[in-house]
C-alpha cells in the first residue's frame, strides 16, 4: 500500500489559468476552502498569453452594441452549434465580470472621455474587445492573483493562517480525479520537481486545464495543453462535446521554424491590417460565404471606409471569424500563390504609423523583432494557420458548470465544451473563462456545502492504483501476456512526435475521411506503443516521466477528435471535410459525444487497437423563440433543419 499524504478541502480547482481562479475566487468568496492546483508556475498559465482582449457588450465604443448583438454574433460564429444557454448566459455576464475586474485593480486601456476601450475582433459586429494593448492576458491574470492574495491576507487576520481557506499548490500535476462510487472524492497528484504523490479529498472539483493544442505539430499553445483535463473528466466517466471541432487560427508565425506557429494576434487586423497573397492581391474579399454575404464589404474602399465609420460601411473580410479566413489562407497557399515560406502577407505597415503600430501592437513588434528580423512598421509578417484552440470539451449543464453524469465535478473555461459551438470568436475565450469559472466555483461551493456532513471517501485501494500507473513509466515494458510482452520501453519523446504529425497532417485544418481512418489506424498503434513509454532516472524534476504521462491524456484526445470528425460528414466553423465541402443543415442540431469505452474508468488495456473512445449522436435542444426571434427569418433558414424551421 502505498503511503500517500492527504489534504482535506471543500472544492479543489485543477488549473490557474483565468477560469480556475476565477473559480476559485469565487468558491473562498462563497466560504468553501478551496485548493488551487496547477502544473505550471502560478502566474504561468495559458490565460497569460491571452493578446486582443475580452469580448464584452459593453458599448464604449458604439452605443449600439448590447447582449442581444453579442449573443447573436456568437451564435453565427459558432454557426447554430453552440449550447445557446450559455451562449446568452456568456453574452449577459461578461459585462460584469470586465467592470468586476476593474474594480479588482485591472487597468484597461481607455477611450478619449475615460472608458474602457473597446477594439474590433473578426465575427463581432461592433469594437468590443477590452483590452490591454495586446498583453491582456497577463492584466487580466495579475489581477485574479491579486485578489487571490488580497483574500488570503483577509484569511490571515482571522485565522493566522494565510492558507487556511485558500491555498495554490503551484508545479504540481494530477493524474486522477478519484471518485467514492459515482460521487467525486478528491484528486491525486504528483509534485513536479520531487516527483511525490499527494491526494487531495474534496466533494468538489473543478477542471479548468484549458486545451489540447499539443497534440498537433503546428500550435501556438505551449507546453501544459497535453489535453489532461478532458482526459481526466473521461477517465472520470463524463462525456466530451463535439470534440472535432478545433480551431486553427489563421495567422501564426511560419518563419524560422523554431518559431512556426506561435500567434499573430487578430487585433493587427482588428486594427486595420491586410492580408494579400504573392501577387499583392486582397485576396479575402473572394472568400465571403453566402451566409456572411450581407455584412462584409464588397469593396477595398468600403472595407477601409468602415475603420472610420463603421455604422455606414460593411466591415473588411480579413475580419470575418477566424475559420473562413484560415480556410481562404489555406487555398492560397495551396493555390501557388503564398509567401516564400508557405504563408500568405500579413500587412500593417502601409496602413499605420509606425509609432501608432508600436503602441498599438507591441508584443507583436518585438516577437518579430526578436524572433524573425522583421520590422512590422516597415515591412509584411509572413503569417499562416497554427492550431490555437479547443471549441469541444467536457459536456456541462450551462448553468452551473456541471460536468454531465458525475455528481462534485464541474468543469470552466477552454476545457469545457458547448459556449462556442463549431467555432470561437476571438475575444470571446477571455469572457467564457470569467463567466463560467466564477458560476463553477459558485456551484462547486453550493455542492460542497450540501455535503459537508457527508463527505464522499478516497478508498486506499484507489490511490494504489493510481500510484502503480503513474509509476509504471520507471517499468515499461509489454504486460504479461500482451503480444509485446517484454519488448523494450519506448521513448515518450518519439511517440509524441508521431502522434503530433499524425494529427498535423491527418486530422488538421481540411480533412479526408481516408486520412482519419489513417490516423485512427496510427492512433491504435501508438496505444499500444504508449503502453511501454518507459523512463530512466529517478522521480525528481524528470521531464521524460512527465510526457510518458502526458502521452495518456493526449492519445485519448486525439482518439475523440479523430473519431468525431471522422462521424461529422459535413464541413462546419472548425471543422472542415475536403469530402464533404458544405454545412449541412440535418447537423445542426446534432452532437457528437465521446466516452470511455471502459466504464470503469480502465483503458481496455486487453485489446487497445479496438479504441478506447465510444463515439454518440444526441440531438440538441431546440433554440428558444425569444433568442431565435433575434435573427432575421432568411438568416435563419440558411441555418437551421427542416423540423426546425416548422416548429
Ligand atoms: P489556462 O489559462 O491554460 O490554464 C490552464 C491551467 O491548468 C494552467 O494553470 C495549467 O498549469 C493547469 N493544468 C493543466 N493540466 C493540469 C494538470 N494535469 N494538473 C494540474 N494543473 C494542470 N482568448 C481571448 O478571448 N482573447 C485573446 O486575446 C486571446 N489570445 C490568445 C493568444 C494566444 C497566444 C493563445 C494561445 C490563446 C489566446 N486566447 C485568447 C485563448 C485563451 O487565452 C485561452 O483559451 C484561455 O486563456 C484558456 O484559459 P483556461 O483558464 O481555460 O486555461
Excluded at 484597461?108 to 491582456?136: C, M, W
Excluded at 474534496?202 to 482526459?231: L, R
Excluded at 497532417?505 to 481512418?517: C, H, Q, S, T
Amino acid at each position: 500500500m502505498s503511503v500517500v499524504e492527504r489534504q482535506e478541502w471543500d472544492v479543489v480547482v485543477i488549473g490557474a489559468g483565468g477560469a480556475g481562479l476565477r473559480a476559485a475566487i469565487e468558491a473562498r468568496e462563497r466560504g468553501a476552502r478551496t485548493a488551487v492546483i496547477c502544473k505550471s508556475l502560478f502566474g504561468k498559465a495559458h490565460t497569460v498569453m491571452a493578446e486582443g482582449g475580452i469580448a464584452a457588450a459593453m458599448a464604449n465604443a458604439n452605443e449600439h452594441d448590447n447582449w442581444q448583438v453579442h449573443f447573436r454574433d456568437t451564435m453565427r460564429g459558432g454557426k447554430f452549434l453552440n449550447q445557446w444557454r450559455m451562449a446568452e448566459l456568456h453574452a449577459q455576464e461578461a459585462p460584469d465580470r470586465v467592470w468586476e475586474l476593474e474594480t479588482w485593480g485591472a487597468l484597461f486601456d481607455r477611450t478619449k472621455d475615460g472608458r474602457i476601450s473597446q477594439r474590433n475582433f473578426g465575427g463581432h459586429e461592433y469594437p468590443r474587445l477590452a483590452h490591454v494593448g495586446d498583453r491582456t492576458g497577463l492584466e487580466l491574470i495579475r489581477t485574479l492573483q491579486q485578489k487571490i492574495v488580497a483574500l488570503q491576507q483577509e484569511d490571515k487576520k482571522e485565522t493566522g493562517d494565510y492558507e487556511s481557506r485558500l491555498k495554490v499548490y503551484q508545479e504540481c500535476t494530477v493524474t486522477r480525479v478519484l471518485k467514492d462510487g459515482s460521487r467525486v472524492s478528491g484528486v491525486f497528484a504528483y509534485e513536479r520537481e520531487t516527483g511525490r504523490f499527494f491526494v487531495l479529498e474534496a466533494p468538489s472539483v473543478v477542471i479548468a486545464t484549458g486545451g489540447i493544442g499539443k497534440s498537433f505539430k503546428v500550435t501556438s499553445n505551449s507546453w501544459e495543453y497535453t489535453g489532461d483535463g478532458h482526459a481526466l473528466a473521461l477517465l472520470a466517466g463524463a462525456p466530451l462535446l463535439n470534440m472535432e471541432f478545433v480551431q486553427f487560427h489563421p495567422t501564426g508565425m511560419v518563419w524560422p521554424p523554431s518559431v512556426k506557429g506561435i500567434l499573430v494576434t487578430e487585433s493587427v487586423r482588428g486594427d486595420g491590417g491586410v492580408l494579400r497573397n504573392s501577387e499583392g492581391k486582397r485576396f479575402m474579399f473572394d472568400y465571403i460565404p453566402d451566409v456572411f454575404k450581407e455584412k462584409y464589404a464588397e469593396s477595398e474602399e468600403e472595407g477601409d471606409r468602415w475603420y472610420e465609420d463603421p455604422d455606414n460601411n460593411r466591415r473588411p473580410p480579413e475580419l470575418l471569424p477566424r475559420d473562413e479566413v484560415a480556410r481562404a489562407i489555406n487555398s492560397e497557399v495551396k493555390a501557388g500563390r503564398g509567401s516564400p515560406h508557405g504563408g500568405v502577407f500579413l500587412d500593417v505597415s502601409t496602413r499605420m504609423p509606425a509609432d501608432v503600430i508600436r503602441r498599438r501592437l507591441p508584443s507583436m513588434y518585438h516577437q518579430f523583432k526578436e524572433l524573425a528580423d522583421v520590422d512590422i512598421t516597415a515591412e509584411a509578417m509572413e503569417v499562416g494557420p497554427t492550431c490555437h484552440y479547443v471549441m469541444g470539451g467536457i459536456a456541462v449543464e450551462s448553468e452551473t458548470a456541471a460536468a454531465r453524469g458525475v455528481p462534485g465535478l464541474f468543469a470552466a473555461g477552454e476545457v469545457a465544451g458547448g459556449m462556442h459551438g463549431s467555432n470561437r470568436l476571438g475575444g470571446n475565450s477571455l469572457s467564457d473563462l470569467l463567466v463560467f469559472g466564477r458560476r463553477a466555483g459558485w456551484h462547486a461551493a453550493e455542492h460542497a456545502a450540501a455535503r459537508a456532513f457527508e463527505r464522499p471517501e478516497v478508498s486506499d485501494l484507489e490511490i494504489d492504483t493510481a500510484a502503480a500507473e503513474a509509476l509504471r513509466p520507471f517499468s515499461a515494458e509489454g504486460p504479461p501476456g500482451a503480444e509485446d510482452e517484454g519488448r523494450p520501453p519506448e521513448n515518450p519523446y518519439t511517440l509524441h512526435q508521431e502522434l503530433q504529425q499524425a494529427m498535423n497532417d491527418l486530422v488538421g485544418i481540411i480533412r479526408r475521411e481516408a486520412e482519419m481512418e489513417r490516423a485512427l489506424e496510427k492512433l491504435a498503434d501508438l496505444r499500444v506503443r504508449a503502453r511501454r513509454a518507459g523512463v530512466e532516472g529517478h522521480r525528481q524534476f524528470n521531464p521524460g516521466w512527465h510526457l510518458a504521462l502526458d502521452l495518456r491524456n493526449m492519445l485519448l484526445v486525439s482518439e475523440c477528435v479523430a473519431r468525431a470528425a471522422l462521424e461529422r460528414t459535413e464541413s462546419r466553423g472548425g471543422h472542415t471535410r475536403e469530402d464533404h465541402p458544405t454545412m449541412d443543415r440535418r447537423w445542426r442540431n446534432i452532437n457528437l459525444l465521446c466516452r470511455l469505452a471502459d466504464p470503469t474508468g480502465g483503458l481496455a488495456a486487453t485489446d487497445p487497437e479496438r479504441g478506447q473512445i465510444d463515439l454518440a449522436r444526441e440531438t440538441t435542444d431546440p433554440v428558444r423563440q425569444d433568442l431565435l426571434a433575434l435573427f432575421d427569418k432568411e438568416e435563419l433558414v440558411k441555418y437551421l433543419a427542416e423540423e426546425e424551421l416548422y416548429q
